[in-house]
């Protein structure tokens, strides 16, 4: 899909977005650290602490007639001129005399607060000593000077000078420290929300049909998964299956109307061989396809679910079984297979009804020498044995294995991950799925969750779907045994959803 689609509102949730930050608030701290250090070395490197001592003078008038009104009105005007005098060259040279030195070492501003007669003189230097001593060589020398310049008032000092006991400025420095590191934080926040919304993934329904180039067969929400208290501590993972009685109600309907549109696909198109695939690792495909076997086996006797992910099988640890060595889909694929067996090899559960193939992860090498041709012998003879057959395979964007599969089934259907997989990567699987022999019938919006649905009271609909048995590559397993109900209970829940 080459196309830029038009980005809306509707495409993003507020649930993805503040979950993208807290993945990645670690960066947010960092940054925070970042500018405070920046902040703390450019104060103590570049920026030389200075020292600060203040003169308080008192302006009067030389006339006694409106000297209260006089003084104000012309301290402004004072100011300006005893500042100037302050910054020529013969009272700094004066005064650098008077302290024994070739240079004035100071520097010097004046200022008058609002209102009034008081003029206050600050002088700046490398320490508290030199700054106080450049003060009183001013006070000293500036007598025989002012009275030329400020000839109609006189200067009596009432403060000062004044020791500094620490840098002048420190308080706004400080307050530069404390708020460096919350800016920094924020703008890393700022930046986080851009990159959750450039990232391009499917965070909703809406979003997936403007985003990608397919059918959106269902949206399966996120289901929370009902753990024992031992399970939680020893942080080991349960499965996910509808037969188990904590499965909802909506994740078991929703599995249901996906069963639908396969049963529609073999009653019109005469398709037994279903392929259930992911564009990455992760998604939830493995737990969507023992789902929808299980689904199946609830209405029909011969439903086969088949393990064809030669790297990484995980259906053998959903169900919590184990397979004998040798009678699995690798050794049959591997040694070649007879109908006996083939039949030794499948797996029948009278629970639920539902038969299993089971696989082995096979070398890389061994894997890389089979194709299309390898499997259609193995599939030819299942399909002449059972009316409705899943397959789940390797992730499309890791392996080629899921193409090569797809040409010798019927139909496909994609398991794409909320908030997972860029769209244009899925697109590109979903090209590749329409290229192979097998009909694209669309796909699913798996573990869909939505900052609404999270507000609201659990059990609402939309509260839907956990982690499915993606990937991984590189983690181990921990998944535990599942519960199966009954065939009672199978039985009224086939009544139930008809």
């Known amino acids: 899909m080459n196309e830029k689609k038009r980005m809306e509102w509707s495409d993003f949730d507020l649930f993805c977005i503040c979950r993208f930050v807290l993945r990645h608030i670690w960066m947010a701290v960092l940054a925070a650290l970042i500018c405070l250090m920046s902040v703390f070395l450019l104060q103590n490197l570049a920026l030389?602490?200075?020292?600060?001592?203040?003169?308080?003078?008192?302006?009067?008038?030389?006339?006694?007639?409106?000297?209260?009104?006089?003084?104000?009105?012309?301290?402004?005007?004072?100011?300006?001129?005893?500042?100037?005098?302050?910054?020529?060259?013969i009272l700094r040279n004066a005064a650098a005399e008077r302290m024994g030195l070739n240079t004035f070492p100071a520097a010097v501003s004046v200022s008058v607060p609002e209102k009034t007669n008081i003029l206050i003189m600050t002088v700046n230097a490398d320490s508290p000593e030199l700054a106080y001593k450049s003060a009183l060589a001013i006070m000293d020398c500036h007598t025989e000077y002012s009275s030329t310049v400020l000839s109609s008032a006189v200067l009596d000092n009432i403060n000062g000078p004044t020791i500094a006991s620490q840098p002048a400025g420190v308080s706004s420095r400080t307050r530069l420290l404390q708020l460096s590191a919350p800016l920094g934080a924020l703008i890393m926040l700022c930046a986080l929300v851009v990159f959750a919304i450039q990232a391009d993934t499917v965070q909703t329904s809406s979003g997936a049909k403007r985003q990608i180039d397919g059918k959106l067969l269902a949206t399966i929400h996120h289901e929370r998964k009902h753990?024992?208290?031992?399970?939680?501590?020893?942080?080991?993972?349960?499965?996910?299956?509808?037969?188990?009685?904590?499965?909802?109600?909506?994740?078991?309907?929703?599995?249901?109307?996906?069963?639908?549109?396969?049963?529609?696909?073999?009653?019109?198109?005469?398709?037994?061989?279903?392929?259930?695939?992911?564009?990455?690792?992760?998604?939830?495909?493995?737990?969507?396809?023992?789902?929808?076997?299980?689904?199946?086996?609830?209405?029909?006797?011969?439903?086969?679910?088949?393990?064809?992910?030669?790297?990484?099988?995980?259906?053998?640890?959903?169900?919590?079984?184990?397979?004998?060595?040798?009678?699995?889909?690798?050794?049959?694929?591997?040694?070649?297979?007879?109908?006996?067996?083939?039949?030794?090899?499948?797996?029948?559960?009278?629970?639920?009804?539902?038969?299993?193939?089971?696989?082995?992860?096979?070398?890389?090498?061994?894997?890389?020498?089979?194709?299309?041709?390898?499997?259609?012998?193995?599939?030819?003879?299942?399909?002449?044995?059972?009316?409705?057959?899943?397959?789940?395979?390797?992730?499309?964007?890791?392996?080629?294995?899921?193409?090569?599969?797809?040409?010798?089934?019927?139909?496909?259907?994609?398991?794409?991950?909320?908030?997972?997989?860029?769209?244009?990567?899925?697109?590109?699987?979903?090209?590749?799925?329409?290229?192979?022999?097998?009909?694209?019938?669309?796909?699913?919006?798996?573990?869909?969750?939505?900052?609404?649905?999270?507000?609201?009271?659990?059990?609402?609909?939309?509260?839907g779907y956990g982690y499915g048995y993606g990937y991984g590559y590189g983690y181990g397993y921990g998944y535990g045994k599942s519960k199966d109900k009954s065939k009672k209970t199978v039985e009224k829940e086939d009544t139930h959803h008809g």
């Not at 209260?68 to 005893?82: E, H, L, P, Q």
């Not at 109600?249 to 005469?270: N, S």
């Not at 299942?382 to 599969?405: C, H, K, N, Q, W």
Request: hydrophobic residues 40%; proline residues 4%.
């Open 48 to 89: 030389t602490p200075t020292y600060a001592s203040t003169v308080t003078f008192a302006v009067t008038s030389r006339s006694t007639v409106g000297a209260s009104v006089g003084n104000v009105a012309v301290t402004d005007t004072i100011a300006a001129k005893f500042g100037e005098l302050l910054s020529s060259d």
């Open 227 to 463: 753990q024992s208290l031992r399970n939680r501590l020893a942080q080991k993972k349960t499965s996910l299956l509808i037969s188990d009685p904590t499965c909802s109600f909506y994740y078991t309907e929703t599995i249901h109307q996906l069963r639908v549109l396969l049963e529609r696909a073999k009653e019109r198109e005469g398709k037994q061989l279903f392929l259930v695939t992911s564009c990455g690792e992760n998604e939830g495909k493995s737990t969507i396809a023992a789902n929808l076997a299980l689904s199946l086996a609830q209405k029909h006797r011969k439903v086969l679910l088949l393990d064809a992910d030669l790297r990484k099988p995980a259906q053998a640890l959903i169900f919590d079984e184990h397979p004998q060595h040798g009678k699995d889909l690798s050794a049959l694929l591997s040694k070649g297979f007879t109908k006996e067996s083939l039949s030794q090899a499948i797996i029948h559960d009278e629970n639920s009804g539902l038969y299993r193939l089971y696989t082995a992860p096979l070398r890389r090498k061994t894997m890389e020498s089979f194709n299309a041709d390898s499997f259609r012998p193995l599939l030819e003879s299942l399909r002449e044995e059972f009316s409705y057959i899943i397959i789940d395979t390797p992730p499309m964007g890791i392996f080629a294995d899921a193409e090569v599969l797809a040409d010798a089934c019927d139909a496909s259907l994609l398991v794409v991950r909320q908030d997972l997989m860029p769209s244009i990567a899925v697109n590109d699987a979903i090209d590749t799925l329409m290229g192979t022999r097998a009909s694209f019938l669309g796909y699913v919006l798996n573990n869909v969750r939505s900052f609404h649905s999270s507000v609201l009271p659990a059990g609402k609909y939309g509260y």
